[in-house]
Nanobody, 116 residues
Framework: QVQLVESGGGLVQAGGSLRLSCTPS????????MGWYRQAPGKQRDLVAD???????NYADSVKGRFTISRDNAKNTMYLQMNSLKPEDTAVYYC??????????WGQGTQVTVSS
């Protein structure tokens, strides 16, 4: 069983920044990829960004140029740096860690609220 501990959510004004962190139980090197998803009320959970074991990254169009996903292997932690936040970024953000396409785990979620 894998546990993913998330932190860093909160309330911020539009244009502000937040950094989310996700630390897995066990080594981060076990996962083929990790990522961040978000879910707004009444909407589906969508990919925000992900990063492979080799460091390749992928972003949703809506966050390109504003968000940066990264991994610090020494700290065993994945990050999502969110800049120029908009009210439409408001959602619960979930960390995801993947062994394979069909074997993956979710964190408990962290709320991000951006006020206008």
């Amino acid at each position: 069983q894998v546990q993913l501990v998330e932190s860093g959510g909160g309330l911020v004004q539009a244009g502000g920044s937040l950094r989310l962190s996700c630390t897995p139980s066990g080594s981060i090197f076990r996962f083929s990829a990790m990522g961040w998803y978000r879910q707004a009320p009444g909407k589906q959970r969508d990919l925000v960004a992900d990063i492979t074991k080799s460091g390749n990254t992928n972003y949703a169009d809506s966050v390109k140029g504003r968000f940066t996903i990264s991994r610090d292997n020494a700290k065993n932690t994945m990050y999502l740096q969110m800049n120029s936040l908009k009210p439409e970024d408001t959602a619960v953000y979930y960390c995801n860690a993947q062994f394979t396409q069909y074997n993956y785990y979710w964190g408990q979620g962290t709320q991000v609220t951006v006020s206008s």
